[in-house]
């Protein structure tokens, strides 16, 4: 893309300094200017659809996999970084867990549990913050921005 810019307006100076110089001809003028607009119309273009896409962020599910409440509490306990985007009452939150770590040392340590923006220290806190249906069970549509279809659950 840079490349491309760059060799344009080497092209529209080029064509520019002909016009002026050497063919004076209002046409060479006018095909200057249609070569600087394709690659500034190019460069904005590539700009909105950057900051548009949301590439990094997976979007959830409008419907997900019923998983147990043991099924969701063993998942927050055995692992130290996970996240959970959760419907619930129709609406998607994130829960999950995150921890700490010293660069020498493979253990995580100050483990957290959250909901949203919420944080808890204990999980306990969170089962009982999540709507649960009757059957216990919650709806996860993704963990860890992978479908739960595709974890071995």
């Not at 996970?82 to 939150?93: N, T, Y």
Request: charged share 25%.
């Amino acid at each position: 893309m840079v490349v491309w810019v760059i060799v344009c307006v080497a092209a529209f100076c080029v064509v520019v300094l002909l016009s002026r110089y050497v063919i004076r001809s209002r046409w060479m003028s006018i095909i200057g200017a249609a070569l600087i607009v394709v690659p500034i119309r190019k460069t904005i273009s590539a700009f909105h659809e950057m900051h548009n896409t949301q590439a990094f962020t997976p979007k959830p599910l409008k419907s997900g996999v019923m998983m147990s409440d043991a099924a969701v509490r063993k998942l927050l306990e055995e692992n130290s970084i996970i996240e959970l985007d959760v419907l619930e009452e129709g609406r998607a939150i994130k829960i999950g867990t995150s921890s700490d770590y010293q660069r020498d040392s493979d253990m995580f340590f100050d483990k957290r549990y959250y909901i949203d923006n919420q944080e808890y220290q204990d999980i306990n806190q969170v089962m009982k913050t999540l709507q649960w249906t009757k059957e216990n069970e919650i709806e996860v549509s993704l963990i860890d921005g992978i479908t739960p279809d595709k974890w071995a659950i």
